[in-house]
């Protein structure tokens, strides 16, 4: 079974563009959670949806943080316009429901110079 | 606020050696999930906890969730180099969040 897909793996880009990370969730899970992973904070939920519908956004930093969820196969989290201290590795999440077991991706690892 | 403390934060040991993380909070979860993350990738389901004095065991890997559902802890008998990785633990709250905990980090020596 393909597992959660997100892209890209590694991204480099100057303060001040706008960065665009993908997901692919697990077909069949009603639940997409983006995650945020630092040293310094551990792992931090930014936001998560429902049935492609964002339900708690509470975790966004900011309003450079943005998300969309246009379908049940994809996600998007944009930064724009990004800051060095966006730095870290972004997950995105899948799962069935609310406090089951969440499927992870890979992660995006993202350095903002 | 809700919290999950992990402990220890970090954890080196020689192979064969045996360790215990430990996961505990004031509150109480239904549930609670443990994960192994390693370098370069995410986090990965190894078990879930729901009866309060529940254990369950992977092998080598031995976890048991406190009486009063808050708490929980994860015995590693014979520790290999293949256990090394950021175990994370995950507490399922009234709303059926996850609260994550900080992480223990394990490195186990050759």
């Known amino acids: 079974d393909a597992g959660v897909i997100q892209s890209p793996r590694h991204e480099v880009t100057e303060m001040g563009q706008e960065v665009t990370l993908r997901c692919k969730p697990i077909?069949?899970?009603?639940?997409l959670f983006w995650y945020r992973q630092t040293m310094m904070r551990g792992l931090e939920l930014l936001i998560y949806?429902?049935?492609?519908?964002?339900?708690?956004d509470s975790g966004m930093p900011e309003d450079r943080f943005s998300a969309k969820m246009p379908n049940a196969s994809f996600s998007t989290l944009k930064i724009q316009p990004s800051e060095p201290r966006d730095s870290a590795v972004y997950f995105c999440?899948?799962?069935?429901?609310?406090?089951?077991?969440?499927?992870f991706g890979d992660g995006t690892r993202l350095s903002i110079l | 606020t809700q919290l999950l403390e992990q402990s220890p934060q970090f954890l080196s040991i020689q192979e064969g050696e045996n360790l215990t993380v430990y996961c505990n909070s004031s509150?109480?979860?239904?549930?609670l999930q443990w994960y192994r993350q390693e370098p370069g990738e995410g986090p990965v389901l190894l078990v879930t906890?729901?009866?309060g004095g529940e254990v369950k065991k992977l092998k080598r890997l031995t976890f048991q969730f406190g009486d009063a559902r808050k708490d929980s802890s994860l015995h590693i008998t014979a520790a290999q180099p293949g256990d090394t990785g950021l175990y994370l633990c995950?507490?399922?709250?009234?709303?059926?969040?996850?609260?994550w905990g900080a992480g223990t980090k394990l490195i186990i020596k050759p």
């Open positions: 999440a899948s799962s069935w429901s609310l406090g089951q077991p969440q499927h």
């Open positions: 077909s069949g899970h009603d639940y």
């Open positions: 949806f429902n049935n492609n519908v964002p339900i708690d």
């Open positions: 509150s109480v979860f239904s549930s």
């Open positions: 906890v729901v009866t």
């Open positions: 995950a507490g399922a709250n009234s709303n059926y969040q996850l609260i």
